[in-house]
């Protein structure tokens, strides 16, 4: 399809008008043909229209990946119905992979790619491009690569063509999460100047600042580049040249576009305003903005993000920090915390959060509770096991029996007096059960401190909630490892990774420059031993993978490394005129090239 959608400008607000041509209903039975359902319209409000660099290998933002991920396929993709990475045959919008083998010893995996994609200059999409993506990883800042490609240098070692339609890498080491490094995004090197025949001997510095950055003339995606304005919007044509998912529909919407509007407020005051030309998508937007979509007439979902927050805690000696292990990779003795040293603290405190009190009070109800360390959308979720109760008794009963106890007036009607330590594992006999519980002030965070200190008062600990600069908070406290507790956030990838060492393994507990991220300090021989193993399973076998992975949620659940609290709800608000909105968490827009705009409505 080569034929323009029509855009009109109207003043500073850019306007945006559909073409004019067939009216679609909406509720037809049969899809319109392709490149004839309306303009898909994303509001951005992620950052500027001048996205930078609109090649995948280049690209750093989240901004960028939006539009790219319309433009050019990947050797293999995430299921929006499994949350794991799956064959074309299951989900192949934007895969170049009909499918994979892994060889008997985990290391080599070969992708047998569709034969019927082509690049928008005519040129079939075949094993080079894959290879050639590959051969610019490894050049890493020679070509101003994305670090978030920089797990792909360290774990494939090596790349080979086996025909026009088959490629095979090997990695360094097993894992049964090898295809986020293999997620290999198709890049046309005939487009630099590149052939198979020059290997690595190629001048790689013709990447940066390219023409393509800009212009990408040389796609193959759902979509394809129109053009850009920075600061206003990005424009992408249908390609109805596009293969054909295995469902049978081809591309629908005319085109895709990305709409500069960063305030959050005035974004979606636009949406709501359902008027032609103007954005018809919000996606993840902030939390303030959930309530008038949810109570609006758009199409609208909501479910467990990736982002999670919990109380971190220091379980080490915070006058003297040390790192989790020796330069033989032998545990440290690192003493301990003079509270959270004993996990019956941990698991008192667990007890004594009112956790639909934390997240109606700081999230506006927009949070799903956590168990322990997984996601609720994970694939590795454990399907028994049940958060630590809201109990108050069991609380104090845990504190009494691990020898902090009550002394003085109560604090609040029927909670406890100051506890004191009488008889405790690590304290000073006579020190109060008082601590800091630092935030940095951001996503709610505060106020999940301050609802904190006080449910924490009914069984007698004093809390001091404290504001820190982000950057003070963890880079000095957290990353120093010498604070007591902080109410602190995480974003995880997809998919989930069950393997926590990065977070929880005693190789990640590094204070001071270059901190790891085991900032409690924790160290669980048997949990080192689990992680280890969990992506390391003969054939990656998926339920010895979860049986290994529920083990992980126990452990975790009884030694309380952290707090659990929540993980934040993310949110798609598709206008009533938009047809085929079929949403999956983290997915809300899976199948956009099948969607279609109804002007009439």
Not at 67 to 92: G, K
Not at 407 to 428: F, H, K, N, S, T
Request: aromatic share 12%.
């Amino acid at each position: 399809m080569k034929n323009l959608y029509r855009f009109i400008a109207v003043g500073i607000a850019v306007m945006l008008a559909v073409s004019v041509g067939i009216v679609v209903s909406a509720q037809d039975d049969e899809l319109p043909g392709p490149g004839e359902g309306g303009v898909v319209i994303q509001g951005n409000t992620r950052g500027s229209a001048n996205l930078g660099p609109l090649v995948p290998i280049r690209c750093s933002g989240v901004d960028c990946a939006d539009a790219n991920s319309l433009m050019y396929p990947s050797l293999v993709t995430i299921s929006p119905f499994t949350q794991q990475f799956a064959d074309a045959e299951e989900h192949d919008l934007g895969q170049g992979a009909l499918n994979f083998e892994i060889s008997d010893d985990g290391l080599t995996y070969t992708f047998n790619l569709r034969d019927d994609a082509v690049w928008s200059d005519g040129e079939p999409i075949t094993a080079e491009d894959y290879y050639f993506a590959w051969l610019a990883i490894e050049q890493g800042e020679a070509i101003g690569m994305s670090s978030s490609y920089a797990d792909y240098q360290r774990d494939i070692a090596t790349a080979e063509i086996i025909d026009d339609y088959t490629i095979a890498f090997t990695l360094e080491n097993p894992s049964c999460l090898a295809l986020s490094s293999l997620a290999v995004p198709a890049t046309p090197g005939h487009a630099y100047g590149w052939d198979v025949s020059m290997g690595e001997d190629f001048d790689w510095g013709v990447m940066i600042d390219n023409a393509l950055d800009d212009e990408p003339t040389v796609t193959s995606g759902p979509f394809e580049f129109f053009r850009a304005e920075p600061g206003t919007a990005v424009f992408l044509n249908a390609n109805t040249d596009y293969y054909a998912p295995s469902n049978g529909d081809y591309v629908v919407p005319e085109g895709w576009v990305y709409l500069d509007t960063l305030d959050e407020n005035v974004l979606t005051e636009r949406f709501l305003s359902f008027q032609p030309g103007e954005p018809n998508v919000v996606f993840e937007p902030g939390a303030a903005q959930f309530q008038p979509l949810r109570e609006s007439e758009a199409q609208y979902f909501q479910a467990p993000g990736r982002v999670w927050h919990y109380v971190a805690m220091n379980l080490a000696d915070p006058t003297n920090p040390q790192n989790g292990l020796d330069e033989e990779g032998n545990p440290i003795d690192q003493g301990n915390h003079p509270i959270f040293g004993d996990v019956r603290v941990r698991q008192a405190l667990q007890h004594a959060i009112q956790i639909d009190e934390v997240i109606n009070g700081a999230q506006n109800g927009d949070a799903t509770a956590m168990v322990s360390g997984t996601i609720p959308t994970a694939f590795t979720l454990h399907p028994e096991l049940e958060r630590r109760a809201f109990d108050l008794d069991a609380a104090r009963a845990l504190l009494d029996e691990a020898g902090w106890v009550s002394e003085g007036d109560p604090l609040v009607d029927g909670g406890d007096g100051q506890r004191v330590c009488r008889g405790c594992l690590y304290a000073e006999d006579g020190a109060a059960l008082a601590f800091d519980l630092i935030n940095p002030g951001t996503s709610g965070r505060e106020d999940v401190a301050v609802i904190l200190q006080s449910q924490f008062a009914q069984i007698g600990a004093d809390v001091n909630a404290q504001v820190l600069d982000f950057n003070t908070m963890y880079d000095d406290n957290l990353g120093g490892q010498i604070y007591d507790a902080a109410v602190a956030g995480w974003r995880g990838g997809l998919p989930f990774d069950p393997d926590q060492r990065s977070f929880f393994g005693a190789e990640n507990d590094i204070f001071g420059e270059g901190y790891g991220f085991n900032f409690p300090s924790w160290y669980n021989a048997e949990f080192e031993e689990l992680a280890r193993s969990v992506n390391q399973v003969d054939g990656c076998v998926l339920e010895e993978r979860l049986d290994i992975a529920y083990r992980i949620q126990e452990i975790m659940w009884e030694d309380q490394p952290y707090l659990w609290l929540y993980a934040l709800d993310s949110a798609y608000a598709v206008a009533p005129n938009v047809a085929g909105f079929d949403p999956y968490p983290n997915f809300g827009t899976w199948n956009v090239d099948a969607w279609v705009v109804d002007v009439a409505q």
